[in-house]
C-alpha cells in the first residue's frame, strides 16, 4: 500500500496536475517540494497554483513583447539631411 501512495505521489499527481495546469510535472514537484519547505502544507498546495500564475504571466508578457525594435525610417530619396548644420568654420586672426 505504502508503494502504491508513493507512486501516486511522485508520478500521477505530478502529471495530471501538470496537464491541468500546462506545467511540466517536474515543475509541478520543484513547486510542491519550496512550498512544502517554506510554508509547510499550505506552502505545498499555494506554490503549485503560484507557479502556474507566474508562468502564465510571463508567458503573456513575453508573447506581447515585440521581438525587434522597429527598424529607422530610410531617408527618401534625394533628400537632404538637414539635421547636420556645421559651424562656419572661423579662420584664426594673422
Given amino acids: 500500500m505504502i508503494v ?3 507512486v501516486e505521489g511522485i508520478l500521477l499527481v505530478p502529471l495530471i496536475v501538470g496537464r491541468a495546469l500546462r506545467l511540466h510535472p517536474a515543475v509541478v514537484l520543484i513547486a510542491v517540494t519550496v512550498g512544502g519547505l517554506t510554508a509547510g502544507i499550505a506552502g505545498a498546495i ?3 497554483r503560484l507557479t ?6 510571463v ?3 513575453a508573447a506581447t513583447r515585440p521581438t525587434q525594435p522597429n ?3 530610410a531617408p527618401e530619396p534625394g533628400a537632404t539631411n538637414r ?3 556645421s559651424a ?3 579662420d584664426p586672426p594673422s
Fill in 4 to 6: 502504491v501512495q508513493q
Fill in 46 to 48: 499555494v506554490a503549485v
Fill in 52 to 57: 502556474a500564475g507566474v508562468y502564465q504571466i
Fill in 59 to 61: 508567458k503573456t508578457v
Fill in 71 to 73: 527598424p529607422p525610417a
Fill in 83 to 85: 539635421s547636420r548644420i
Fill in 88 to 90: 562656419p568654420s572661423i
